[in-house]
């Protein structure tokens, strides 16, 4: 059986996994040139404590996969209550998303966003296939935090706000 984006049954299945609440993220890295390059991901999760490890995933159809694959090091921006707006900009095809938002270098000049809940800058540890999509796992090698932002949270097809 072959199954399509358009079929049925894949859009009520992508519903159904829009239920689960999930933390909004820009994956940033710089491309080979030197540029800066970012994404908004949904699917970011932890996965080991020691050695300290996450997973966050990217469509393998995606021009921008093979730049991810190669960087040495990337940032996983935790975007907070109120920037809705980064989130639409990196997930656009817009040709400079980095036109105007602030950011800082971090490891190997990985740009963090500024105003973030929270930032992990990651090695590459780990590439797999998965179905459709790329799975990437990070090794953490620095992190922050602002205890007084709020993450930006999207469920349902719709950004939301913890109670």
Known sequence: MTVTKNDPAVRAFRDTLGMFPTG????TARAPGGAPIGLTVSSFNSVSLTPP???WS???HLPSVPIFESAAVYAINVLAEGQQDL???FASRADDKFAGVAYS???GGVPILTG???SFQCRQFARHPGGDH???IGEVVAFDRDVARRPLVFQ???YRHLA
């Open 58 to 60: 990217l469509s393998s």
């Open 116 to 118: 973030c809940a929270a």
């Open 156 to 158: 349902g097809g719709a």
């Open 134 to 136: 790329v799975i990437f």
């Open 105 to 107: 270098e971090g490891e």
């Open 24 to 27: 909004v993220t820009v994956i």
């Open 53 to 55: 490890l996450v997973v």
């Open 87 to 89: 989130s639409q900009r």
